[in-house]
């Protein structure tokens, strides 16, 4: 049935009018959000924690609560938007739904964020390689590959490696975060040349407590980057077990 309905819904497809990515309704162009999705996201564009770039409430230069507790490994986070329905919605159609087409939206928005022709290079967060297969595809490669596209930056899938299964880490708190990801991470055996001492930026769809950004940051710096700044769709801005 589905094989027979194949050839005839790709042409189906392409007649279709595009629609919003976070709700489904029909709106004029490809990748656009419709009006009210647009209103709810709440799209983060201050400088937010000089530290981290989280949205801060005071004047500007401050610092946020958990950085002055605890510095990151990595040098920032440059997120498109805050995590909120409209935002997962798009990160489970492009992770569950099948629909990478979501990386080239979510690229759209995380290109503005880096300087073209800047000497960095793109690596995103690895998936285990059960994950991998399971899923067929890293939605952070993908991105990743889509931010290149725009801005010319060099990408490295195979730099980084996930060598260690982790657990959820939802519900869990900092420091057993922490725990999941240690050792879960490490670097291709020629990664301090292709670093060639060079930014880095770190890709991903979703960034909650940082955990998994630290532990990146931590196997990268030891081979050799200059700067791991995290680049990524959504990131969750009001995390009480942060
Ligand atoms: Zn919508
Ligand atoms: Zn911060």
């Known amino acids: 049935m589905a094989l027979f309905l194949q050839p005839f819904a790709a042409a189906v497809a392409f007649a279709l009018p595009p629609r919003c990515p976070g709700c489904g309704v029909v709106v004029d162009a490809d990748r656009r959000f419709c009006v009210r999705c647009w209103q709810t996201m709440d799209f983060l564009t201050g400088p937010g924690c000089i530290t981290c770039g989280a949205p801060l409430a005071g004047p ?8 002055m ?5 990595h040098d ?3 997120a498109a938007v805050a995590y909120g329905p409209i935002a ?5 159609k492009l992770k569950y739904g099948r629909k990478p087409g979501q990386a080239a939206l979510i690229a759209e928005h995380l290109a503005r964020r880096v300087a073209p022709g800047e000497a960095a290079l793109l690596v995103p967060v690895p998936l285990h390689r059960w994950r991998l297969w399971g899923r067929g595809f890293n939605q952070a490669a993908l991105i990743a590959g889509r931010i290149g596209a725009a801005t010319g ?7 980084l490696r996930r060598v260690k299964r982790t657990p959820p880490l939802r519900g869990l708190g900092r420091a057993a975060r922490a725990r999941a990801v240690q050792g879960a991470f490490r670097a291709a055996p020629d ?5 060639g001492g060079r930014a880095v930026y770190l890709v991903d769809d979703v960034y909650t407590s940082g955990a998994t950004a630290n532990a990146c940051a931590a ?4 081979a050799g980057a200059a700067r791991v700044t995290v680049l990524c769709w959504a990131r969750v801005v009001h995390d009480e077990g942060d």
Do not use: F, H, W
């Not at 507790?69 to 490994?73: G, R, S």
């Not at 997962?88 to 489970?92: H, K, M, N, P, Q």
């Not at 930056?153 to 730099?159: D, I, K, R, S």
């Not at 990664?191 to 670093?195: K, P």
């Open 219 to 222: 196997v990268l710096k030891r």
């Open 69 to 73: 507790a605890e510095p990151p490994v």
């Open 60 to 67: 500007p230069g401050g610092q946020c609560a958990p950085c």
């Open 153 to 159: 930056l060099p990408v490295a899938p195979e730099l």
């Open 191 to 195: 990664a301090r040349q292709r670093i």
């Open 76 to 78: 920032g986070v440059r």
């Open 88 to 92: 997962r919605a798009l990160v489970l």
